[in-house]
């Protein structure tokens, strides 16, 4: 008498292999999308990456707050606001980052603001610079002091 075997599951071999191929096929799927989103990023949207600026100085000692800022990114910035503490504040006379045109590489300008209610001399707060494109700069200034 002839026995016949029927099979009832795949052989260790060739599952070993379906789960190779599997977790290859899945490494290459996010390697090409981690690729194009990062691609996409430097390349077209990332305005945000090459946008930076930097607090040379700042002068705290009255009730008149003037910071000097440089751009020290790769591309021209245009300023849209200026938060103090979280509050959204208007700038003097003689300030020099709000003008039409961009600030360019390498170049400086000046905000000069007079925050209310005037803060306690040794206190430190919190200065916020929103660019155009959504880039936020915070900087911090301690009032009575000049650096």
Not at 4 to 24: C, D, G
Not at 33 to 42: D, E, I, K, M
Not at 126 to 131: G, L, N, S
């Given at each position: 008498?002839?026995?016949?075997?029927?099979l009832?599951a795949?052989s260790?071999v060739?599952?070993?292999?379906?789960?190779?191929?599997?977790?290859?096929?899945?490494?290459?799927?996010?390697?090409?999308?981690?690729a194009g989103?990062?691609?996409?990023?430097?390349s077209?949207?990332?305005?945000?990456?090459?946008e930076r600026?930097?607090?040379d100085?700042?002068?705290?000692?009255?009730?008149l707050l003037?910071?000097?800022?440089?751009?020290?990114?790769?591309?021209?910035?245009?300023i849209?606001?200026?938060?103090f503490?979280?509050?959204?504040v208007?700038?003097?006379?003689?300030?020099?980052c709000?003008?039409?045109?961009?600030?360019?590489v390498?170049?400086?300008c000046?905000?000069n603001?007079t925050p209310?209610?005037v803060p306690?001399?040794?206190?430190?707060?919190?200065?916020k610079v929103?660019?155009?494109?959504?880039?936020?700069?915070?900087?911090?200034?301690?009032?009575g002091?000049?650096?």
């Amino acid at each position: 008498m002839k026995t016949v075997r029927r099979l009832k599951a795949v052989s260790p071999v060739i599952s070993a292999l379906l789960l190779i191929a599997i977790a290859v096929a899945a490494s290459i799927l996010l390697y090409v999308f981690v690729a194009g989103y990062v691609g996409s990023l430097t390349s077209t949207g990332g305005q945000q990456t090459t946008e930076r600026l930097q607090m040379d100085a700042y002068n705290y000692r009255t009730s008149l707050l003037s910071l000097t800022l440089r751009n020290v990114g790769g591309t021209a910035v245009l300023i849209d606001q200026v938060y103090f503490d979280g509050i959204i504040v208007n700038t003097q006379a003689g300030s020099t980052c709000f003008d039409t045109v961009p600030l360019d590489v390498q170049a400086t300008c000046i905000i000069n603001m007079t925050p209310t209610p005037v803060p306690a001399a040794g206190t430190s707060h919190t200065f916020k610079v929103v660019t155009k494109s959504g880039a936020i700069f915070a900087f911090t200034v301690v009032k009575g002091q000049a650096q």
